[in-house]
T-cell receptor
């Protein structure tokens, strides 16, 4: 079955690193995504990783993928108060011709100054 | 083009009424997706179009829901005989065929009284 699990809350201090974890179940997923949602706003794509990669770095963001354990993580370096938001992990499920995304319930990141 | 737009942003209706939402994708995108997000949950896939063809429908899409994309550009999502359980944020996303990034609109928040 298709399921994506995330821890629900993470609280960090400004300047620290944040690590948000995710597990997924579909081994045929081709891409895994991290989206950010701020209150009252839509989903913003932060980054994604192809399933044959182990790591992807983009400025303050580092994505690690352990395909054997179906574990994905997002590390935010030097976390700022503006990073406070809900972070969603998503896996792509290839259907007949397109790609639907299966999302986790989201991790609420709270950054205190 | 400023991104995916959705209209209205908020809709309050009484149980039993019909509602229709509109999504305008990014102009060069030929794929369009509808998702539903309830409080405390991640978005759930509803349906997907490639050009004007509706190619996938989730089992979440009951007979009261219908989506169209008549000219392969904007799409409408209609809910007939609304129920309180339909209260949610309805999100639209678009992408270009062969591209792995789905860009989301701000959503339409539906409240059924």
């Amino acid at each position: 079955g298709e399921d994506v699990e995330q821890s629900l809350f993470l609280s960090v201090r400004e300047g620290d690193s944040s690590v948000i974890n995710c597990t997924y179940t579909d081994s045929s997923s081709t891409y895994l995504y991290w989206y950010k949602q701020e209150p009252g706003a839509g989903l913003q794509l932060l980054t994604y990783i192809f399933s044959n990669m182990d790591m992807k770095q983009d400025q303050r963001l580092t994505v690690l993928l352990n395909k054997k354990d179906k574990h994905l993580s997002l590390r935010i370096a030097d976390t700022q108060t503006g990073d406070s938001a809900i972070y969603f992990c998503a896996e792509s499920i290839r259907g007949q011709a397109g790609t639907a995304l299966i999302f986790g319930k989201g991790t609420t990141l709270s950054v205190s100054s | 083009d400023t991104g995916v737009s959705q209209d209205p942003r908020h809709k309050i209706t009484k149980r039993g009424q019909n509602v229709t939402f509109r999504c305008d994708p990014i102009s060069e995108h030929n794929r369009l997706y509808w998702y539903r997000q309830t409080l405390g949950q991640g978005p759930e896939f509803l349906t997907y179009f490639q050009n004007e063809a509706q190619l996938e429908k989730s089992r979440l899409l009951s007979d009261r829901f219908s989506a169209e994309r008549p000219k392969g550009s904007f799409s409408t999502l209609e809910i007939q005989r609304t129920e309180q359980g339909d209260s949610a944020m309805y999100l639209c996303a678009s992408s270009w065929e062969g591209d792995n990034e789905q860009f989301f609109g701000p959503g339409t928040r539906l409240t059924v009284l």
